[in-house]
C-alpha cells in the first residue's frame, strides 16, 4: 500500500535557526498537502502542491514538490516559538482520500 | 460559519462497553474522514464516507469498529467492546469536494479504563 514517510522525526532547533522536514512518498502522488498540529491541537492546512516542480512560500515557510511528484519539503527561515508543532504531508491515495505522513515534531528553543 | 464539530472532547469506557464519536462537518460539507493518533505518532486513517455512503474503510478494524454518515445528522464512529488498545485520540475532518484540503474537529479523546 501507498506509504508517506518524513524525516526527521523529530527537530530541536534554537529560535532564528532555519528548520526543514522531508517528505518521501512510495508512489507517485497528483497533489500533496501540508499540515500543522500545535501541542494538544488539531491539524491545521497549511497549504497544498499540485505541479511538478511548484514551489510556494507563505512568509518564511517555503513549500516545494519535486519534479517526479514523489516528494515534498517545506522549509522555515529564522524559526520562531509560535511554529513549535508536528508538521504533516499528505498525500491522496488511488481513493482520492488523504493519508498522512508520519509527521515532524519541531520544537524551537528560545 | 462554525468549524468541525465533534463531541464529546473526552470520553471514557470501561473495556467492554461501547463508543459512539459524533462528528458534524462544516456546513455544505459532504465528505467526512476518520482518523485516528495515538500519543507521539501521526494521524492513521480509518475511513472516509460521504452522505449515506462508505466511500473507504479500509483503515477501520473489520471487527468491533463501524461508521456511518446518514443523510441527517453527525457521522458517527461506533466502536463496540472496547479494549485498552482503543484509548486514542480520533479526529473527525470534513471537506467540500473530493481531494480538497481538510477542515478538522478538536478530536475526541477515548480512554478506556
Known amino acids: 500500500g501507498q506509504q508517506v514517510m518524513q524525516i526527521p522525526q523529530y527537530q530541536h532547533v534554537q529560535e532564528g535557526e532555519d528548520f526543514t522536514t522531508y517528505c518521501n512518498s512510495s508512489?507517485?502522488?497528483?497533489?500533496i498537502q501540508w499540515y500543522k498540529q500545535r501541542p494538544g491541537g488539531h491539524p491545521v492546512f497549511l497549504i497544498q502542491?499540485?505541479?511538478?516542480?511548484e514551489v510556494k512560500k507563505q512568509k518564511r515557510l517555503t513549500f516545494q514538490f519535486g519534479e517526479a511528484k514523489k516528494n515534498s519539503s517545506l522549509h522555515i527561515t529564522a524559526t520562531q516559538t509560535t511554529d513549535v508543532g508536528t508538521y504533516f504531508c499528505?498525500?491522496?491515495?488511488?481513493?482520492?482520500?488523504?493519508?498522512f505522513g508520519t509527521g515532524t515534531s519541531l520544537t524551537v528553543i528560545p | 460559519n462554525a468549524g468541525v464539530m465533534q463531541n464529546p472532547r473526552h470520553l471514557v469506557r470501561r473495556r467492554g462497553q461501547e463508543a459512539r464519536l459524533r462528528c458534524s462537518p462544516m456546513?455544505?460539507?459532504?465528505?467526512v474522514y476518520w482518523y485516528r493518533q495515538l500519543p507521539e505518532e501521526g494521524l492513521k486513517f480509518m475511513v472516509y464516507?460521504?452522505?449515506?455512503?462508505?466511500?473507504?474503510e479500509s483503515g477501520m478494524p473489520k471487527e468491533r469498529f463501524s461508521a456511518e454518515f446518514p443523510k441527517e445528522g453527525p457521522s458517527i464512529l461506533r466502536i463496540q467492546q472496547v479494549v485498552r488498545g482503543d484509548s486514542a485520540a480520533y479526529f473527525c475532518?470534513?471537506?467540500?469536494?473530493?481531494?480538497?484540503?481538510?477542515?478538522f474537529g478538536s478530536g475526541t479523546q477515548l480512554s478506556v479504563l
Open positions: 475532518a470534513s471537506s467540500p469536494k473530493e481531494g480538497e484540503k481538510l477542515f
Open positions: 464516507l460521504q452522505k449515506e455512503n462508505i466511500i473507504d
Open positions: 456546513k455544505g460539507h459532504s465528505h
Open positions: 508512489t507517485t502522488l497528483s497533489n
Open positions: 499528505a498525500g491522496p491515495s488511488t481513493g482520492n482520500q488523504f493519508y
Open positions: 502542491l499540485v505541479k511538478s516542480g
